[in-house]
C-alpha cells in the first residue's frame, strides 16, 4: 500500500508548523521583553535568571544602558521572527492568493517582505555580535549570541539574498503571465 502526500497536504503541515513557531516565537519576544522591563525597572536582581536562564547579571550590574542595548537587539532579532512567521501563517488565510495561479502581485510582495525582514534579522544579529565581542573586549562577561538568540547573521544574510533573487523571478514571471494575459 501505497501512502502519496500530495502539495496540498505538505501545505496543511507546514501551516501548522509555521503556526507553532509563530506561537514559541511571540512567547520568547513578550518574554525577553518583559524580562528587560522587569530587570530595569522592577528588580535588577531578575538579570541572573534572565530569559531561558540566560545570565546577564554581570552586564546590567556593569551597566544598564548596555543591558538595554544587548536586551533591545535580542527584542528586535525575536520580533522580526515573529513577524516573519507572521505573514507565512497570514498567506494561508490570504483570500487573494490563489495557488493555482502561483505568479501573482500577492505572491511576490510576500516574498519581498520575507527578504526585507530576513535581511533586517541579519542585520541587527551581526550588531548584536559586534556589540557582544566589543563588550567582551571591554572585560564585560557577556553570554554568547547562541545563547542570546541572535546567531546566524550570515544565515539570514544569504537567505534574505536567496528571496531577493525568487522575488525578482516571480516578478519577471508576472510580467510574462501578464503579456501572455494580454496576447490570449
Known sequence: MEIKIGSKEVLTILHVLAWIIFIGICIEA???IFNTFFALVINPIGAKNFWMQIDLSNLISYDSG?????????????????ILF?????LFYNKQF????????????FISNLAYLTFGIG?????????TAWLRLNGIDVPSVEELHIGGADVWLFMSVV???????????????TENDLTV
Open 30 to 32: 513578550g518574554g525577553i
Open 66 to 82: 548596555y543591558f538595554l542595548v544587548v536586551t533591545g537587539i535580542m527584542s528586535i532579532v525575536s520580533l522580526m521572527k515573529a
Open 86 to 90: 507572521y505573514l507565512i501563517v497570514k
Open 98 to 109: 490563489d495557488f493555482s495561479h502561483p505568479f501573482n502581485t500577492t505572491l511576490n510582495k
Open 123 to 131: 542585520l541587527f544579529s551581526i550588531w548584536g555580535l559586534k556589540y
Open 163 to 177: 528571496l531577493f533573487v525568487i522575488a525578482q523571478i516571480f516578478k519577471r514571471g508576472i510580467e510574462i503571465q
